[in-house]
């Protein structure tokens, strides 16, 4: 079985996110630090080279791989904010609705700014995708 390369390192999340050329995604990118260390209260770490993640839990699949992984997490690529809700959507259709402009994939949300989407609405779908999580 291959390796996972995606793993909790010792990188500077400060100095990832100050690289960041955008400077709205910056910008946006330490709001959202800001408010997944607030949702799990915990401190970030970077996981691989791009990942921002916070807390962990360990994860099974029926083939019997198993790992570790964030509990959330998010990564300012390129094209996107990737956001990581580990819990998936679900349970979230009524706050995806109010959510703003986005979109989703099993358990990667994807929004272009901040500004595209309600703050509060998208704390609630962390909060919720870390509770979830947490109680297994």
Known sequence: MAELKTKKNK??????????????KRIDSFEILDMMMKATKSEPSMWGASIIGFGSYRYKYESGREGDWPLTGFSPRKQNLTIYIMSGFSKSGDLLKKLGKCKTSVSCLYIKRLSDVDKKVLNQIIKKSVVSLSKK
């Open 11 to 24: 990188l500077s999340v400060t100095k990832f996110l100050n690289s960041i050329v955008d400077e709205q």
